[in-house]
């Protein structure tokens, strides 16, 4: 996409001919469109802002898209967890199931 547009650019404002090695520069470099002048800093400072606009939409787009795919799996409510009560636990903490292995290993069984 950037390099679309600073082709673009350059073509539109005197022609991309001797320019495509700044193109490869401003590709690999952001930060050397600040000591361009004139037109090469506008189509370059322009080249970046299409740039970004195209990667924002194109994220917002992404996260609408995985919103939708999250809302169609659907949701089921959890199954609701049993609470103990005073009947179910026996004096040491444990529960009815233990007491009644404790009880079948005393009988041998």
């Known amino acids: 996409m950037l390099?679309?547009?600073?082709?673009?650019?350059?073509?539109?404002?005197?022609?991309?001919?001797?320019?495509?090695?700044?193109?490869?520069?401003?590709?690999?470099?952001?930060?050397?469109?600040?000591?361009?002048?004139?037109a090469e800093r506008a189509v370059a400072v322009s080249g970046y802002v299409d740039a970004l606009r195209a990667l924002f939409i194109a994220g917002v787009g992404l996260s609408a898209i995985m919103v939708l795919v999250q809302a169609s799996t659907g949701w089921k409510a959890g199954d609701e967890k049993k609470v103990e009560t005073e009947e179910d636990v026996v004096g040491n903490g444990r529960g009815v199931e233990d007491e009644e292995w404790e009880e079948g290993m005393e009988q041998g069984v």
Not at 26 to 37: H, I, M, N, Q
């Open 3 to 38: 390099k679309a547009k600073l082709e673009e650019g350059f073509e539109n404002n005197g022609g991309l001919k001797g320019r495509e090695d700044l193109v490869r520069r401003l590709l690999g470099s952001p930060a050397l469109a600040k000591s361009l002048k004139g």
